[in-house]
């Protein structure tokens, strides 16, 4: 059985996986750079080791630096968090190789998930439906053109080992093709050090959503019901909901059935989620599984009410699900907004620095993933992600207007941050109908980007004005010093009454 688990990543993720691990009675290990030795993931952990200097390549990518550090520490399991190498065969490969438990799916599953075409082979032979297009790589060119004009316009050219946007091209004119195919193979080379690139029908106006998936070792899988992530930012996440405003009872236990195939096609083993891509009309289709811990599983665990990390390690320590689908429903509405030091109205600029002050939303049914802190240096290295705000109400209206309150509530100054952005998108009429989908930034930037007129220091000072209208009313909040005037008649009564018994 486990012992101690070194997290092999940083930031948020790795003091949200160390939680669980000590509920468990697990030890924890930290690892960090030169450029995280102050990093709450640090101090947070049992032991702390350090693995090289602060690019990434030479410290949390760095596959023999990992194990090395695992040895000396004596952990027996490593959870990768997500990101770096999350979702990286070799890893998991290398950590079964060197007797030490990787808490995810093993080097079959990444692998055949991780190739974009491969897993396309996978799931239209497990009858998931997939989006239109090729099953193979472009080798030639001449052929790849008949083939998009026999599907229509436009079409995506997308790298087989792609993510996060890189090696993609849209294309909508016929001229526009060759150019297309070779800029996505150039990009993903450059990329992902594999230039292979296929074809898919470009959807218009299309709905992310996602499956959460559990699966173990003897034959069990189970989903945990969907995601909404359709705002995003240049293919990037912004905003996550569950359950999806989109969805019916019926189209969704048929997703979630075709999710759960998904998984058992490749024999999957941990937590992991199956994404899809859906038109107006509800038609969805299979965008690719991600092997790994999402970002914005926490909206799962609310609303359904399982620790996804600690169903991780169980599964890990070869144990049964404890769950079948008949156990699991959702309850209530759960809503994430991801905080960045970026500047939203200067294109998501990121906005490295020290953090001067923060003050973190609290109250029922918020929940704060963070990792920073008063006199902490954002380091420029790593993704700007500070932290991931997720609330939870009985239905979407309140689940909307507590978010509103939570980011009115959260100030920081130090670094620009995406939380007035975000308490925008909340204010606007079409995400709060429901009715949105991957364009809602493109189409209303007008409404959530502070227009022109107002350059940076205007805006700063409208941060300043913020800050200062906040502390004010805090100061006003505060009891009135003994033997001064009360204010308010229930505290007169309540205190009168203490007297009267004195």
């Not at 486990?2 to 468990?24: D, F, P, S, Y």
């Not at 290990?29 to 990434?56: Q, T």
């Not at 470009?202 to 998936?213: G, L, V």
């Not at 007129?453 to 003994?482: N, R, W």
């Amino acid at each position: 059985m486990i012992q101690k688990v070194l997290v092999a990543n940083r930031g948020e993720i790795a003091v949200r996986v160390m939680r669980t691990c000590h509920e468990m009675g697990l030890k924890s290990v930290a690892v960090y750079s030169d450029a995280d030795r102050r990093s709450m993931h640090v101090r947070y952990a049992d032991e702390a080791i350090h693995i090289g200097p602060a690019p990434s390549r030479e410290s949390y990518l760095n596959i023999d630096r990992i194990l090395q550090a695992a040895k000396e520490i004596g952990a027996d399991a490593i959870h990768p968090g997500y990101g770096f190498l999350s979702e990286n065969a070799e890893f998991s490969d290398r950590c079964k190789t060197e007797d030490i438990v990787f808490i995810g799916p093993d080097a079959h599953a990444i692998k055949t998930m991780g190739d974009k075409i491969s897993a396309r082979k996978t799931m239209e032979k497990a009858g998931v439906p997939i989006v239109p297009g090729t099953l193979d790589p472009i080798d030639d060119e001449a052929k790849a053109v008949e083939k998009i004009m026999e599907i229509g316009l436009p079409v995506m050219i997308k790298a087989s080992a792609g993510g996060g946007g890189k090696g993609m091209r849209l294309v909508h004119e016929e001229q526009n093709i060759l150019s297309a195919i070779r800029s996505a193979r150039s990009e993903a080379l450059d990329a992902f050090g594999d230039g292979s690139v296929y074809i898919e029908k470009y959807i218009k106006s299309p709905h992310h959503i996602e499956f959460q998936i559990l699966a173990d070792n003897h034959g069990n899988a189970i989903h945990l019901f969907e995601r909404e992530c359709s705002v995003q930012r240049r293919h990037q996440k912004v905003v996550e909901e569950t359950p999806s405003p989109l969805l019916t009872q019926e189209v969704r236990e048929e997703m979630g059935e075709h999710a759960v195939n998904a998984a058992k096609a490749v024999n999957y083993s941990g937590a992991g989620t199956v994404e899809f891509v859906m038109d107006d009309d509800l038609n969805y289709y299979f965008l690719e599984m991600n092997t790994r811990l999402q970002v914005e599983h926490p909206i799962t665990e609310r609303v359904v009410g399982i620790d996804l990390v600690k169903e991780q390690v169980n599964i890990a320590n070869n144990k049964k699900l404890q769950y079948t689908q008949m156990d699991l429903f959702q309850h209530g509405h759960a809503i994430e907004c991801r905080i960045y030091a970026e500047d939203p109205d200067n294109n998501f600029m990121p906005s490295p620095g020290v953090i001067k002050h923060i003050t973190e939303p609290m109250g029922l049914g918020v929940r704060t993933d963070g990792y920073v802190y008063e006199g902490f240096e954002i380091p420029m290295h790593y993704d700007p992600m500070i932290s991931k705000l997720i609330v939870w109400a009985p239905n979407r209206d309140d689940a909307i207007k507590r978010m509103k309150r939570a980011l009115y509530e959260y100030k920081i100054t130090g670094v620009k941050t995406t939380i007035r952005f975000l308490e925008r998108v909340m204010e606007h009429e079409v995400f709060q109908s429901g009715n949105y989908n991957t364009t809602f930034i493109d189409n209303y930037g007008e409404d959530l980007f502070i227009k022109e007129g107002c350059d940076s220091e205007c805006q700063d000072m409208a941060v300043i004005a913020a800050f200062l209208d906040y502390q004010t009313k805090l100061k006003k909040a505060k009891p009135p010093k003994h033997g001064g005037q009360m204010t308010n008649n229930w505290k007169a009564y309540g205190r009168r009454r203490i007297k009267i018994r004195i």
